[in-house]
């Protein structure tokens, strides 16, 4: 089996069971607040390790596969949309990441409108 997979199988692992323990924790309201929090918390997260890993002290490739996409990916994917678009303006491609932004927001709500609608009409 290859290595790499079965870190990120363990971080998402753990990222998807932190995900479920939130949910359950603030409970079903009428604004998704669990789903803030997470987003919040993978954003600082994930920018914080991946600034770290960056800058300061590298990681084995395992390590980095389990954190970052495993346990952050499964966590909210939201904090890997984050960082990217921040990476594109620090780059100089702001014009990448203003793409980016508005193609990710405005795409996903369109697929999920088609999904709904979809899923309504069969």
């Known amino acids: 089996m290859d290595t790499r997979a079965l ?21 079903q309201t009428a604004f998704p607040w669990a789903t803030l929090l ?3 918390v993978g ?4 920018a914080c390790f991946a600034t770290w890993v960056s800058e300061r002290a590298p990681v084995s490739d395992a390590l980095r596969l389990l954190v970052s996409t495993g346990f952050f ?3 909210t994917t939201f904090s890997t949309f984050a960082l990217e678009t921040l990476s594109l303006l620090e780059a100089g491609k702001p014009w990448q990441a203003l793409a980016y ?5 405005l795409l ?6 088609l999904g709904m609608a979809l899923s309504r009409a069969i």
């Open 43 to 46: 954003c600082f997260g994930l």
């Open 101 to 105: 932004s508005l193609g990710s927001v």
């Open 108 to 113: 996903g709500l369109i697929g999920t409108a």
């Open 73 to 75: 990916g499964a966590l």
């Open 38 to 40: 997470v987003n919040l």
């Open 7 to 27: 870190m990120v199988g363990l971080g998402g692992f753990v990222g998807a069971t932190a995900r479920f323990w939130v949910g359950t924790w603030l409970g």
